[in-house]
């Protein structure tokens, strides 16, 4: 996962912003952030801000639309190059705990934000909730999965996942999630083989 920011913005402030307002997001809330916060983190004037962002709402939906539906596509890619069933739930795995171990604030802030931010969503972006779903659907067509509604085995693919990195943010598990790829991979795929 990488942190994106407007090429034509990338040797401006904004970046150091966009980080502050992910850190701060975190941390505090988006309803715990204030405009001033976020200048103030990121070593600019609110009007600075306003000049990018109508608002703090809009920095948090920005920067959760962007990078959700570039990691889904990610995400995608990754499991699209691997054969369905047990090699797809490696390669979520390993992707998702990649993308956490790397930009762990920024990956923790779209789970944190996904009930507040989903509802505005554009149908035409893509969200790791429907890539599980695909492969869940794939996998079942190919026979690499039992028969099982389809919206039960993804929510438990991408539950698992998810606490997983909740609890390693919150430093309930103190080594790095990568190592746990394997293990993880094997117990999803026991939940879910034919």
Known sequence: MKFIVDAAKTKTVLPRVMRAAVRLFVAKGIDGTTIKDIAAAG???EGA???HFKSKEDLAYALFA???NEFSHELTARINRAAPGRAQLRA???TAFEAFESERD???????????ELDKFPATFKH???VVLELVKDGRAKGAFRPMDPYVAGSIVLG????LCVVRFR?????????????VTESLWRALKK
């Not at 920024?106 to 507040?116: M, V």
């Not at 698992?160 to 606490?163: F, G, P, Q, S």
């Open 171 to 183: 430093e309930g598990i103190g080594r790095d999630l990568r190592q746990e790829t394997e293990s």
């Open 43 to 45: 070593g600019v004037s």
């Open 160 to 163: 698992a996942v998810i606490r």
């Open 92 to 94: 979520f795995v390993a």
């Open 128 to 130: 790791p909730g429907h």
């Open 66 to 68: 962007v990078h959700v």
């Open 49 to 51: 801000l306003y000049r």
């Open 106 to 116: 920024l990956f923790t802030y779209l789970i944190l934000s996904e009930h507040r």
